[in-house]
Each structure stands twice: as structure tokens, then as C-alpha cells.
């Protein structure tokens, strides 16, 4: 079974709509963060989060919301979807240390379309 | 700032032929750890190497091998004897320690890989 999991896979939904991505992850790390990707601009940091009650923003948040809910889930919610919200979304982990081991593994994505 | 550039947005080779990916970064930390991600047409991100600022030694893993240099900022990945399943989306990237232990992880733009059977 995979390590990291993303539901669902694939979505479309139109403008306003509320939607959730979830992410769960079997690693048992701490640090969980959500990711979207579009084409030619490579991966951008939307939340991260340390624990279950240490939650931040990343670079480009606005539109976005999360929930920490246990250490292994972490969900994005778009609270009025638009349409430059479609993207692939990535879920990644990664486990607090010493910085030798700080690496994110990634979630297979959400491929989101808002029309 | 820290910025990571992948110049080749696209490359196309010959199976077997071997070719390398560029990656060059910028970055003021001293610390700092660099990444080389793979995404195949299925879409997800396959951690393929992480690399710390201290070790430039150069590592090969199979048909893959990484050159480090911190003297021109580069770390190039190359595939030896490419193969038909190389074919993906490969991206670098930077990560760099913030307050509050966050690692600020930056990534490039990726390079599109066929190879052509």
C-alpha cells in the first residue's frame, strides 16, 4: 500500500463550488505539506504544517484553507472554487529531525478542473 | 533569494544514448539540500536523490549518476543509456532551513525527458 495517500484522484467541479482534497499518510511523520503544480511553473507551496496544531502558509494560500485533523491526515479545502484553481494538487510528508533527513515524499496528486 | 533554474525545458534522445539534465541554483545559506524528483506520465513524484551542501562527492546509483559542484552552483543529472521508461518530467530542487525549523523547499521549472525507442 502506498505510503502517502490523495482522494480523490481526479475532480471536476464548477465555480463557487466548496471542495476538499484529502491526504493520509502511513509514514508517521509529523510535517505534512499540500503542493500545486501547473504546467511550466513547477510545484508551489500552498500550507504546510508541523503538528497538529502548527499550521502556515505557504506562498500562494489565498483561496486555500486546511485542516489537520489527526498526524496523519491534512486536508485542503478551496472554499469557492475558480477556474486558476485547476491544477495538480500534491500532498508530501516529511519527518522532523536533524536536517539529514528532512525529505518529502509525495502523494500521487488530485488532478482538480473548476469550470 | 533562493531560485533553482532548469534551462532545458524539453529533450528528446535516442534510446541508449545517454543524457544529462541541468540544474543550477541560487541560494545565501550555507546549508542546504538539493533534490531530484521524477514524474513519469502517471503523475506522481518519485524521489529519485537528496544531496547535502557539504558532500560534492559525486554518486551514481545504476544507470543514474549526480554531479554536484557548489563552485558554479550546479547539479547536473545524468542517465546513462537511457531507456523508454526514463521518460518523464524531471524536476530539481532546493531546500533551505528557516526559523522555526521550516524547510523552505524551492523547485524548478522540471525537464520534460522523452526518449524515443
Known amino acids: 500500500d502506498a505510503d502517502v495517500t490523495q482522494t480523490p484522484r481526479n475532480r471536476i467541479t464548477k465555480t463557487g463550488k466548496r471542495i476538499m482534497l484529502e491526504c493520509s499518510q502511513t509514514?508517521?511523520?509529523?510535517?505534512m505539506y499540500w503542493y500545486r503544480q501547473d504546467p511550466g511553473l513547477g510545484l508551489r507551496l500552498i500550507y504546510y504544517?508541523?503538528?497538529?496544531?502548527?499550521?502556515n502558509k505557504g506562498e500562494i494560500s489565498d483561496g486555500y484553507s486546511v485542516s489537520r485533523q489527526a498526524q496523519a491526515k491534512f486536508s485542503l479545502s478551496l472554499e469557492s472554487a475558480i477556474p486558476n484553481q485547476t491544477a495538480l494538487y500534491f500532498c508530501?510528508?516529511?519527518?522532523?529531525?536533524?536536517?539529514?533527513?528532512?525529505?518529502?515524499?509525495f502523494g500521487p496528486g488530485t488532478r482538480l478542473t473548476v469550470l | 533569494a533562493q531560485k533553482v533554474t532548469q534551462a532545458q525545458t524539453e529533450i528528446s534522445v535516442v534510446e541508449k544514448e545517454d543524457v544529462t539534465l541541468d540544474c543550477v541554483y541560487e541560494t545565501r545559506d550555507t546549508t542546504y539540500y538539493l533534490f531530484w524528483y521524477k514524474q513519469p506520465p502517471s503523475g506522481e513524484l518519485v524521489f529519485l536523490i537528496r544531496?547535502?551542501?557539504?558532500?560534492?562527492q559525486n554518486e551514481i546509483s545504476g544507470r543514474y549518476s549526480w554531479n554536484f559542484q557548489k563552485s558554479t552552483s550546479s547539479f547536473n543529472f545524468t542517465i546513462t543509456a537511457s531507456q523508454v521508461v526514463d521518460s518523464a518530467v524531471y524536476f530539481c530542487?532546493?531546500?533551505?532551513?528557516?526559523?522555526?525549523?521550516?524547510?523552505?523547499?524551492?523547485f524548478g521549472t522540471g525537464t520534460k525527458l522523452q526518449v524515443i525507442p
Open positions: 508530501a510528508t516529511s519527518d522532523f529531525g536533524t536536517i539529514s533527513t528532512d525529505t518529502q515524499y
Open positions: 530542487a532546493l531546500s533551505e532551513w528557516r526559523a522555526g525549523g521550516y524547510q523552505k523547499v524551492t
Open positions: 504544517s508541523f503538528d497538529v496544531k502548527d499550521i
Open positions: 544531496r547535502n551542501s557539504f558532500d560534492e
Open positions: 509514514k508517521g511523520h509529523d510535517r
